[in-house]
């Protein structure tokens, strides 16, 4: 069998869906292969913390009212760490928290009722159709073992980290060193502390994170360095309640009730590839994968491709598009993937090593725990809504200096006084 579309997406998780819904928004005729079968299906190794920077794909897409009605948690965080807790006011930017086992079938059904999106469960893309050094399509085969063909102007990878697209291409897959290990579950009864805030603990250089979401689910989880593995594997339930038992005004997991099993991540490094090539583009996690340490993944494969919609699609939806415009409008969206998301990763992936944070970190941490301001800088670019360079401004620097000398004059007078 062969069939001919605008764009055909490998994928139908959160980036394919979003890449599909915004393209064919534009009149294209989009085709999105997803290998399983199930409706329902979705990804069970994520948080669901979707950071602020993602609310408006969410806007944009029409599903706030259907989040909200599944109960979706509009999220803002507390963070401690040995200097005290950071607690950014309130915001009117907020991201959610919701189980993948409810927004995955939600995006999905979104996409299949979307005119000009075909979207074919059971069938697995097994190869790149090329031609004149240029990619032109896609073979794949359904549940049945029938091969079939696609031919498209474009092919979209949004198929994971591991991204068999961007092999079969030749994309060359930047890989960074990981040293941080997780185990999480779900719990229910659990009494919050700080009510449907999210809350998570730099305990340096291990992490926790208690995460409310839909259903009244929370989800916790550790994230501890990887030479401390084997001996988190000897009791994993065990360690994991200790883990939290020690933490500053952590909720008692004695009250509660798991109700997931513990899902682990043993081991993994930051991939990063390049978002556009002739013919070819990748979204999500195919294009960039980092630490989940900072629950960025979710967010960036739904804003990634909004930005693949908002400059390809426009050049696609031309009468008979050239496939030098097309890839020229390729080269494009992947400099402003580039642009928007490089530094982060790189500071991602900076500590995601598993190294203790570095005096730059120390300072500015210790300062947001003692002035609004710059815990709500820290907030917003937690939230991925500001660069790096503007959290690391030179006036918030200078400003983290002169909080912090003021907060350690204080410490020292009242350490005088108790004396
Ligand atoms: C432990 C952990 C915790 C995380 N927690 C968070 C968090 O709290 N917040 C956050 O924002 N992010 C988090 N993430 C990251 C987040 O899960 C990913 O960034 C997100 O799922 C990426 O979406 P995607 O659509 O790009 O890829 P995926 O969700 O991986 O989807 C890829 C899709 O492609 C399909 N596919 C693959 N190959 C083929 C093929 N050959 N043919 C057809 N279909 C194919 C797959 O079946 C799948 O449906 C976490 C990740 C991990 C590992």
């Not at 006011?89 to 907020?94: I, Y």
């Not at 556009?276 to 494969?301: E, F, K, R």
């Not at 790096?388 to 918030?396: D, V």
Request: charged residues 20%.
């Amino acid at each position: 069998m062969s069939e001919t579309s605008d764009v055909l997406v490998v994928g139908g998780s959160l980036s394919g869906c979003t890449a599909a819904i915004l393209l064919a928004r534009q009149g294209l005729r989009v085709t999105v292969l997803e290998q399983h079968r199930d409706p329902g299906h979705y990804k069970r190794a994520c948080t669901h913390y979707i950071q602020p920077s993602a609310t408006a794909v969410f806007e944009r897409l029409g599903l706030v009212p259907q989040l909200e009605a599944a109960g979706a948690v509009p999220n803002s965080i507390d963070l401690w760490t040995r200097y005290g807790w950071i607690r950014p006011p309130d915001e009117r930017l907020h991201g959610y928290n919701i189980r993948r086992s409810v927004l995955d079938p939600i995006l999905r059904q979104t996409a299949a009722a979307t005119p000009g999106i075909d979207l074919q469960l059971g069938v697995k893309a097994t190869q790149l159709i090329r031609e004149q050094g240029r990619v032109q399509g896609v073979r794949g085969v359904d549940h049945t073992g029938e091969e079939q063909k696609f031919s498209c102007h474009v092919v979209v990878g949004a198929d994971g980290r591991q991204s068999p697209v961007a092999s079969w291409a030749g994309v060359p897959t930047k890989e960074k060193k990981h040293g941080r290990f997780i185990y999480f579950a779900s719990f229910e009864d659990l009494r919050l502390t700080r009510g449907s805030r999210s809350l998570m603990w730099l305990t340096d250089p291990d992490v926790a994170y208690v995460f409310p979401n839909d259903g009244g689910v929370t989800v916790l989880a550790v994230m501890l360095t990887a030479d401390k593995l084997a001996d988190f594997r000897q009791d994993i339930d065990g360690n994991f309640r200790r883990f939290f038992a020690d933490l500053p005004d952590a909720p008692d997991l004695g009250q509660a009730r798991r109700v997931s099993d513990y899902v682990g991540v043993p081991h993994y490094p930051d991939v990063s590839r390049r978002a556009g090539t002739p013919g070819l583009a990748l979204v999500g996690d195919a294009a960039l994968t980092t630490d989940y340490l900072w629950g960025v993944g979710c967010g960036w494969a739904l804003e990634s491709s909004a930005w693949l919609a908002d400059t390809v699609g426009p050049v696609l939806a031309q009468p008979a598009p050239a496939a030098a415009d097309v890839d020229r409008a390729l080269q494009r969206y992947a400099r402003r993937h580039h642009h928007a998301l490089a530094a982060h990763h790189f500071f991602i992936a900076d500590l995601a090593g598993g190294r203790m944070l570095n005096p730059l970190e120390r300072l500015m941490f210790a300062a947001a725990a003692h002035d609004e301001r710059l815990a709500s800088s820290l907030a917003h670019y937690g939230g991925r809504l500001i660069s790096p360079w503007r959290f690391l401004s030179p006036a918030k620097i200078a400003r983290s200096l002169r909080v912090s000398a003021v907060a350690s004059k204080a410490t020292r007078a009242r350490t005088a006084v108790t004396r």
